[in-house]
């Protein structure tokens, strides 16, 4: 399986943009997905997760109200509708499936997310 993010950017404080994890294998339908991102300096944290079928969502604190995960099992890919961003949103934003400790796939190369102030 190879996960593929895309769509970062630099953005002002409050605007928004949208992720996408595009994921190779059919075993994507299967698992439940997370976003995760990795600020300089701290280390990788998981904002987000969906189920398998979609139904169900579970966001950190931090994000919670601002960012929306989504997923199309159609297309194999998964998505992050960012609102409201905050300088502290700055980080590099990888996709995988979670596991109690770690995650199932290999990391893609993630995409870098700038809010600038």
């Known amino acids: 399986v190879q996960l593929v993010e895309s769509g970062g950017g630099l953005v002002q404080a409050g605007g928004s943009l949208r992720l996408s994890c595009e994921c190779s294998g059919s075993t994507f339908r299967l698992n439940g997905m997370g976003w995760y991102r990795q600020a300089p300096g701290k280390e990788r944290e998981l904002v987000a997760t969906?189920?398998?079928?979609?139904?169900?969502?579970i966001y950190a604190e931090p994000v919670k109200g601002r960012f929306t995960i989504s997923r199309d099992n159609a297309k194999n890919t998964m998505y992050l509708q960012m609102n409201s961003l905050k300088p502290e949103d700055t980080a590099v934003y990888y996709c995988?499936?979670?596991?109690?400790?770690?995650?199932?796939?290999?990391w893609g190369q993630g995409t870098q997310v700038t809010v600038s102030s």
């Open positions: 995988n499936a979670p596991l109690q400790t770690g995650a199932l796939w290999d």
């Open positions: 969906i189920s398998s079928t979609g139904g169900s969502t």
